[in-house]
């Protein structure tokens, strides 16, 4: 069985198609600051958006700490929407530019829309930027919950698999 044809409106996202690894750092005002390691994984079935499926384990214990799934769709003028779904109850929904300069592939995504169940904690706006550079991918988050403004949470240096 031979792999689908990439959808020609993902091309610009091809740079990010694989499996990533690395190690991260977070922090936030309301938790202790933490290190983790990530894997990313990004992938196609021909159609017009790039699935991602992120995990996390604690560099110290190998405890799981987060999950998520979501799709990247480039809208084919260099936006890129993004829906991402968490286990613990938070879609994000965002949207953003996707810029290329000497080799080195950006996305910088900000919400347009933070949903919760009736159970998850109070996010109310995210901010994601990805900068892939040949085989190194270095991913930054930012957030705004809990009554903290948009705020920088965690950073990754993941490099391809």
């Known amino acids: ?3 689908p044809e990439l959808h020609p409106v993902n091309l610009p996202l091809a740079p990010m198609l694989g499996v990533w690894r690395g190690r991260g750092e ?4 309301t938790i202790d600051d933490f290190s983790y390691i990530e894997e990313l994984t990004f992938g196609h079935v021909g159609k017009p958006f790039v ?3 992120q995990k996390t384990r604690d560099a110290t214990s190998d405890v799981p700490l987060h999950a998520e799934a979501g799709y990247f769709r480039p809208q084919g003028d260099g ?3 993004l829906v991402l779904a968490q286990p613990s109850g938070i879609v994000e929904i965002l949207t953003g530019e996707l810029t290329s300069s000497e080799g080195a592939l950006e996305l910088d ?5 933070v949903h919760l169940s009736p ?3 109070s996010v109310t706006g995210t901010r994601r930027r990805l900068v892939i550079d040949g085989d190194s991918m270095v991913i930054d988050m930012w957030m705004a919950a809990v009554g903290e403004p948009m705020t920088h949470h965690l ?3 993941l490099q391809r698999a």
């Open 109 to 113: 995504l900000s919400s347009v829309g």
């Open 155 to 157: 950073t990754g240096h």
């Open 119 to 121: 159970s998850a904690k």
């Open 26 to 29: 977070g922090h936030y005002p």
């Open 79 to 81: 936006t890129v929407e």
């Open 1 to 3: 069985m031979t792999a």
């Open 51 to 53: 699935a991602m499926a």
